[in-house]
């Protein structure tokens, strides 16, 4: 039996790449070669001619906003007609934070600028009072899986009907800090806010990707089982570290609530 290939592609790396977000890539082309499957890694930037329909797997990373305004110029033209088109036709995307955020319909700036997104999420962006940053856990599916990350955020993402959530947030913000969704999902496109970089932490996240991937190829996908006792220990630390962020968050809160109603410093301690 041939050798199953996977050809990955990295968008714009030399400009979204924040956090280490490089990392996915390092860890699907691992994962990849324990698999016993060939990975096939290029690279493109703006300007560069992509033929997504010989591609099985897009990763992009995040950016801060003059990264982003050009990597939105490129978007706008026909290489983001491309990978919209090809999303429809199964292309599986990662996307990560400033990514996500170019993926939707539009993100302003903190500037006051609007840029316009590839329209693949239905979701708008747009800056917020602080940033949101921490260790997250987040609840995807019906089976109690859990995705493990970091976020540094000051954009807050919202979600139109069109669009589904990634998952549910279980400790930290997700996408806005208010209504309890992270990320986003159309057809084998996920976008996220999870740094970490996400994929190490989370091996059954990324054997999904893998596997969406090779059975758009290939019609099936045989992944073997794999010794994760690594990647599971480093996935529950973020998770205990999402526990020790949310009770300081807590106690900041009610710090905050405190001073605000004026209880005097005498009685605070007793609190």
């Not at 970091?150 to 279980?170: D, M, S, W, Y």
């Not at 990320?183 to 994929?199: I, Q």
């Not at 054997?207 to 010794?227: K, T, W």
């Not at 006792?229 to 205990?240: F, G, P, Q, T, W």
């Amino acid at each position: 039996m041939s050798v199953q290939e996977l050809r990955i592609l990295h968008l714009y790396p030399e400009l979204m790449n924040l956090y280490g977000d490089r990392g996915n890539l390092l860890a699907l082309r691992a994962r990849c070669l324990w698999h016993e499957v060939k990975p096939i890694i290029t690279e493109a930037g703006p300007g560069d001619p992509v033929d997504f329909a010989d591609r099985d797997l897009v990763v992009m990373g995040g950016g801060q906003d003059r990264e982003q305004r050009m990597v939105a110029r490129d978007l706008a033209g026909p290489l983001g007609h491309r990978l919209r088109a090809a999303v429809e036709e199964g292309l599986c995307v990662l996307a990560i934070c400033g990514s996500y955020q170019l993926l939707g319909t539009s993100y302003a700036t903190a500037a006051g600028e609007t840029l316009l997104g590839a329209g693949i999420f239905d979701s708008t962006t747009g800056p917020g009072l602080g940033r949101l940053v921490g260790h997250i856990a987040v609840a995807v599916g019906e089976h109690g899986k859990v995705l493990a990350g970091f976020e540094n955020h000051g954009g807050r993402t919202f979600l139109g009907q069109g669009a589904t959530p990634l998952g549910r947030v279980i400790r930290g913000y997700g996408n806005n800090g208010q209504d309890g969704t992270e990320g986003a999902v159309y057809r084998n496109a996920f976008g996220t806010y999870l740094h970490g970089p996400v994929l190490p932490a989370n091996p059954w996240f990324a054997d999904h990707l893998l596997r969406l991937a090779l059975e758009r190829r290939y019609g099936m996908a045989g992944l073997r089982p794999l010794d994760d006792s690594l990647e599971l220990a480093a996935h529950a630390a973020v998770v205990r570290e999402s526990r020790i962020d949310a009770r300081r968050r807590a106690r900041e809160r009610g710090r905050a609530s405190r001073e605000e109603q004026g209880t005097p410093p005498e009685k605070q301690e007793a609190i």
